[in-house]
């Protein structure tokens, strides 16, 4: 599980085990992972979530809840190779907690 440096502390609200439940929901099959790489490393379909830098939000746990929700439509992807939109709440049927869980573990992908 990714988790926080040493002396980085969780956004208000964040607890390990969200971070935990995300970590599990992100890298199943078939779900996050499949565009953003198993540990959000960056993939054909999505880019690097581990480097702390963004195209689409501005790193804060909320901005990264609003996007999961909401997604990202084709014309706003950046790069063209990543050819596909990211549909609300990646396609799924995330419920809001696991939604907030999965922000929690994106969260702490970028804020090592």
Request: one cysteine or more; glycine letters at 16%.
């Amino acid at each position: 599980m990714a988790a926080p440096a040493s002396g980085s502390a969780l956004p208000a609200g964040v607890t390990a085990q969200m971070v935990a439940a995300g970590d599990s929901i992100f890298n199943a099959p078939r779900n996050c992972n499949g565009c953003h790489g198993k540990g959000g490393v960056g993939g054909r379909g999505g880019p690097d979530l581990t480097a702390g830098k963004y195209e689409h939000v501005d790193g804060s746990y909320a901005a990264f809840g609003t996007i999961i929700t909401d997604g990202v439509p084709k014309d706003s992807i950046k790069h063209a190779e990543h050819r596909f939109p990211m549909r609300p709440r990646g396609g799924h049927d995330f419920t809001d907690a696991q939604v907030a869980e999965l922000a929690a573990y994106v969260w702490t992908l970028g804020h090592k």
